[in-house]
């Protein structure tokens, strides 16, 4: 195998880890309170979405950046080198693109439960 060929494993296989721990990074949002489900608390869940929608916006601004710094990094003019760049500037994209569509769903579920309380 060619030392390129390495080097572009080498950054899938470190982004694929990137992102099993970016999924699995405990927050103090992580899953939707059970109780305000039990409760049937649309107050309390409308909440909820609102601060989980600003959370996933913060994220999306965060990769973008991400992937501006990627685009300023001078590293070395190889093939290889450029070719990994070029991944790692597609990956926070990609991954910004999901955080907004998870943000805009949250904002969604947000509206929803707002509307379930009579409030518009």
């Given at each position: 195998?060619?030392?390129?060929?390495?080097?572009?494993?080498?950054?899938?296989?470190?982004?694929?880890?990137?992102?099993?721990?970016?999924?699995?990074?405990?927050?103090?949002?992580?899953?939707?309170p059970q109780d305000l489900v039990a409760k049937n608390d649309h107050v309390g869940?409308?909440?909820?979405?609102?601060?989980?929608?600003?959370?996933?916006?913060?994220?999306?601004?965060?990769?973008?950046?991400?992937?501006?710094?990627?685009?300023?990094?001078?590293?070395?003019?190889?093939?290889?080198?450029?070719?990994?760049?070029?991944?790692?500037?597609?990956?926070?994209?990609?991954?910004?693109?999901?955080?907004?569509?998870?943000?805009?769903?949250?904002?969604?579920?947000?509206?929803?439960?707002?509307?379930?309380?009579?409030?518009?």
């Open positions: 195998m060619t030392k390129n060929g390495n080097l572009v494993k080498g950054v899938v296989a470190a982004l694929m880890m990137v992102g099993i721990v970016a999924c699995t990074v405990p927050s103090d949002i992580d899953s939707v869940l409308e909440t909820w979405y609102v601060k989980e929608a600003a959370h996933l916006r913060k994220r999306t601004k965060d990769m973008m950046a991400m992937a501006e710094q990627y685009q300023k990094v001078q590293g070395p003019s190889t093939p290889g080198a450029a070719a990994a760049n070029f991944v790692l500037i597609q990956h926070c994209q990609a991954l910004a693109a999901s955080y907004a569509k998870a943000a805009d769903e949250a904002e969604m579920m947000a509206r929803t439960h707002r509307e379930m309380t009579g409030r518009s």
